[in-house]
Structure formats: C-alpha cells, structure tokens
C-alpha cells in the first residue's frame, strides 16, 4: 500500500555547549593619552569576527573590548577616555556539528573590572560566557491518505502543528544623524558613547519582516576649547526597516533574535562646515525564525476484511502553538549614593541591560528572574572635576501568563528594555524607573506515532473460523467505531446499518450487533 504524505519542517537542537572564557590581563595605557588618575566609568563588548566550524568542533575568533572613561592625572586634570581589545579564540565542543551546520551564538559578559596598577597600567578582568546551539531542520513525513484505497477503512485524525516557515540569519543597518544644539559648542572629541536598541516591535508582514523601534543616544563630548567643560547630548530617534523574506506571511509567527553587532559615531560638518554633526551607523544582525500554524490530516491505521494490514510506525515529537504573549515588566527602586565627595547636581546619563538569571515553568506562566544592570553617570558640586558614575543593578521577577503550560512544553522568551528614567529625589537619592519587554513564544510537545509503510499479509484463516459469526458486544471505555470494526473482521458501515446507528458516535455500555465480514 502506498502512502500519501505531506511534508511538515521543523526545527530541533542538535547539539548545544556553554564555555567561559576568564580574562585578567595587563594593559598598558597608550602612549598618545593622558596619565590616568581616577576612572569615572567603564563598560565592555563582545566582537564576534569569524566562527570556524569543523567535525565536532566551533572556533570562535573575536575580542573583548572595554572603554574608559577617567579623569587625567597632574594640575590640569581633564576628562579623558581611552579603548582597548583583548583577543578571543575559544573552541566549542558541540556533538555531531559539520560543516553545513548553522549554530546560533549567544554571548554575556560577567564581572568586568578594570583596576589601577598606576597611571600607565590598567589591569582587566572578566568573565564571558559563549553559549552554542546547533540547529538543524527536520522534514516529518506525514501520512495522511491512501493512493489506491478502494474498500480499505482508513482512521485519521485532524491535528493542529506548528510548522517552521522561514529560517534565515539578516542584517538591518540602521544610518541616522543628530544635530548638536545651537547653546552648545562644536564637537572636537568625543569621549564616550553609548548607543542603545529600545521598545523593538517585529511583525511578519507579506514577504517581509518589519522591525520598529528606539536608537536611544548618548555622547560626551569636548570642545575645541578646552577651558569649557565636557559637554553632552542624548536623544532617543524612532527607526524602522524590513527584511525581505519571500516565503513571509503575515499570519507568521515571529521569532526572531535581534544582536548589535557594530555600531559607529562619527562627527561630520553641518552645513555651515562646522563640526556641529554627528553621523551613526548601526548594524543589527537578525536571526529569523518565522513558524507557521497549520492544521494537517494523520492517518493513524489501516484495515480491510480481505487482508492483513500491519501499519509500521515510529514515534515523533510533533508541536503545536500553545500561547504567544508579550509581556511588560516594570521595575522601580531608590539609589543612595554614597561614593560622591559632593552633592549631585544633575543626572547625565542611565545606562541599562537586562540579565535573565534564571527563567523556570511555574502554574500556567514562566517565572524570569534576573537583574536590571544599571550606569549612571552624573556631576557633582566640584566645579574642577564634577563627572562621577554609579553601577548598580535591581533585581526583578515577572511572570509571563501561559495558561496551560507544563515542564514538557518548549519556549522562546525574549527580552529587551522599552523604557529607562533616572530621577533626582535629592542631592544624594535617585530614582530609577524601567520597563521591560518579555515576549514569550509557548510551544506544546507531544509524541504521535507516524506511519512509514504498511505490511500487506494473508489472513489467518484459522483464527477468522474460530470467531463467532455474530457477536453482541458492550462497548467498552475508550472504543471507537472504527477500532470494533477492525477487531471483530467487519466494517463501521456495516455496524452502523445493522444497528440503526445515524453516526460514529456510541457509548460505554451501549450493546452492539456485530457480524464477521469476510469475503
């Protein structure tokens, strides 16, 4: 008997590894910047330049990059800042990886500080940890039909799945300009920046993907004047872009990893010829997953009165969407601030991450737990030296709502930062205000037994002369039509003729006339 399939595609991990890579490194401050006297902020980044995959094996090539911002040391004390690489090469130990592998790569870093040796040497230390998935597509072949059935009885099933539409790695480049203010000098040098992705919106559009959010800006900068202080400019500007995706629907379900990859700050003349511009470029690196819910027909067994039919099934782990919600979490707390030789001033500038420390299934919803790491730089009443900064990090815990969730059950959870304020309560106080996206994708696993072929065998004559003729049966708990049919060599319409029934409906308990059908 030939089988009619249809093909379902769907994603599974293959192979999945976590490493740590420990730095604690002398760097030697270079020779063009100032002497270091006291470190005002600090931060760090990942740069993944090159993955080389081989049997068993990722290697992935890249640096950890910090920035500091700090205060000269000597009489003429200025505010300086200085960057600086450390190399990556780290090996990845993932079972079964090959060369046409894709691996979805994350990355964290963990405890970055930079200390003082003295005012030519810094020492760096940190933790990052790689995180390695690889991903491969699966096509499930499911039976649903008969090529030549004839008089064969066939039980099938309606079952709802999720289906793997898009899968595919993209990049956005996001090019957006800012002006300074006309109160404010031109721009010489600038000292740091920080360059955020706030409140994404991703939708599956007609052979697209939209992709909507906030490029939140922050530079200090110095003047060609260096007897005026630094100065400092912050602006959240909307963006939005596409990408193309031919087989997109807008009824797709997106879920799609966003990653700054690169980012640069120029400064370019406006047009007057003044250094009064400052030109950004952005890099967004998209790893799309667009799924796809679908109903599809399961032929679960085969019978006729004239032959054997041995169906040879094996078990599949098939999915269905149980729920999508984005969520919205927000986080508030107070900051003393204890480590200023002075009052603050004014606030500058709050910087935030989210870390998701641990996310669990709870009763219908997924527990996040985690950590809003927060920067906050702002100027004190020293009129020599007034910029000071502030690390600190609130904790958070938010359940995301999804009825009917269970520990066999598989999810997306993806997070970022919508909303960030800093706010002066007094001269020593700050409040802190958030509010953070967590957008969850619930998938149920089930097992169903999936046909590959069907055995035709001769009937065992022996056995169909033992059976009784005509047989009275109670139904039992559990019964179908379709499955009496098949143990008592009859057919459901011939039950049904015989037993005035109008449809495949009975009951425990109902009694049945039941006649051996065998041509």
Known sequence: MELIKNHLRQLSVKSEAVSQV?????????????????????????EVAEVQMGEGRAR???????????VSEGEEKRVCSLEGKLP?????????????????LKWEIEDLSIHLIHSR???????VTFQAAVEELRDVEIPSDLKEPG?????????????????????????KEMAVASNKPDIHEILWKDMEIRGLDIRSGEGKVEIRGELFLFVLYAGADQETPPQWLEQAIPFSGEAECGDCTSDMIPNVEV???????????????EERM???????????KLYRETSMTLLQDVYTPKMKTVPVSQPEELESLLVKNYSKCRISDKLKVEESPHKILQICHGEG????????????????EGVLELRILYIISDDEMPFYAVETAVPFSHVVEAPGITRDCRYHLRTDLEQLSTTMIDSNEIEIKAVVNLNAVVLKCRQEEIIREIREEELDMEELQNMPGIVRYLVQPGDTLWDIAKQFYTTSEEIRQLNHLTSDEINPMDSLLLVKKVE
């Open 22 to 46: 420990t730095f604690d490194e002398d760097w030697n401050v270079p020779d063009v910047k100032p002497d270091v006297g006291r470190m005002i902020q600090k931060k760090g980044e990942v």
């Open 60 to 70: 992935v090539l890249g640096s950890l990059c910090f920035s500091l911002l700090y």
């Open 88 to 104: 990556i090469d780290e090996n990845l130990n993932l079972e079964g990886l090959s060369g046409g592998d894709k691996i979805c």
């Open 121 to 127: 040497k810094l020492n760096v230390k940190a933790i």
């Open 151 to 175: 008089e064969i009885s066939m039980k099938k099933k309606e079952i709802r799945v999720l289906e793997l539409g898009v899968h595919k790695k993209d990049t956005l480049r996001v090019k």
């Open 259 to 273: 990653t700054m990859v690169q980012n640069t700050m120029e400064i370019a003349p406006d047009a007057d010829g």
């Open 278 to 288: 400052l030109q950004m470029d952005v890099v967004l690196e998209l790893d799309l």
């Open 353 to 368: 991450k989210i870390k998701v420390d641990e996310a669990r299934v709870v009763e219908n919803g997924i527990l996040a």
